[in-house]
């Protein structure tokens, strides 16, 4: 499990630019907004806001905040956003999957085509790496949730397909289409997650040396940066070695 175990630090590096608050929320209100819009505005009977709430609730955005992006998809009022899923190959061989929410999708298509560019990578159609990946769920708690097999033991009861544990947290998959069943049933046994979304895993890792490796970082912190990007996946492996040396 060591692969997957790197694999997670490095997704776990997202906070990098997460920790830019202002930028961490305005994606939570683009998300709020959008999901409210599509359904119903009531978190209770929308498993999408349900979600998208809980998500800005543990990363502290207030609940004013939280209020007016759901007021604002019934008010009328922004920008209509489109969802869109890019694909592409990034140094190495490794492969990319970039989801926008964007309200000009000429803008957010050229914007991400020139980081892959840029960074020595190249889009490709869609479906052309996400064929490599599982669409999934996971849920993450703070490793105050519980030891390692009462998180287990909720999840196997709570109907997760696997549980991994160690001093950062606790990582739970599910099935795509359970999401909200599992969201619910270990909030009731853990109580709330930190975070409760859906993921592109990929199926097998790609070991990139330490020149790919550094241009690799750049590509995903320009991915990660856009305005417009809402989320980036990889299946790119970096030893702990190498990430030491890239800082």
């Not at 694999?7 to 209100?29: E, P, T, W």
């Not at 492969?95 to 050229?110: F, G, Q």
């Not at 990007?229 to 790119?236: D, R």
Request: charged share 30%; proline share 3%; hydrophobic share 35%.
């Amino acid at each position: 499990m060591a692969g997957h175990s790197k694999f997670k630090n490095i997704m776990h590096r997202k906070g990098r630019q997460d920790a830019v608050r202002s930028k961490l929320f305005s994606r939570f209100s683009k998300e709020i907004t959008v999901a409210a819009k599509m359904g119903d505005p009531d978190p209770d009977k929308n498993p999408r806001l349900r979600l998208a709430v809980q998500n800005a609730k543990a990363q502290s955005m207030p609940k004013d905040n939280i209020a007016r992006a759901i007021a604002k998809s019934q008010a009328g009022e922004g920008a209509d956003y489109t969802e869109i899923r890019y694909e592409g190959y990034g140094p190495g061989g490794t492969a990319i999957i970039v989801e926008v929410l964007t309200d000009n999708k000429n803008r957010s298509a050229a914007n991400v085509r020139s980081y892959f560019t840029k960074y020595g990578g190249s889009m490709g159609e869609t479906g052309s790496v996400s064929f490599m990946f599982d669409r999934v769920g996971e849920l993450v708690y703070k490793p105050e949730a519980g030891d390692a097999d009462t998180v287990m033991e909720a999840g196997i009861e709570g109907g997760a397909d696997d549980v991994e544990s160690d001093e950062d947290g606790h990582t739970i998959i599910c099935a795509f289409e359970d999401i909200s069943e599992v969201s619910k049933a270990l909030e009731e046994a853990l109580g709330e997650a930190e975070s409760v979304k859906t993921i592109w895993k990929p199926q097998n890792l790609v070991e990139v040396n330490e020149e790919k490796a550094g241009t690799i970082m750049k590509l995903m912190d320009a991915l990660e940066d856009d305005d417009d990007v809402q989320n980036v996946f990889s299946n790119f492996d970096i030893s702990e070695e190498i990430m030491a040396k890239l800082g």
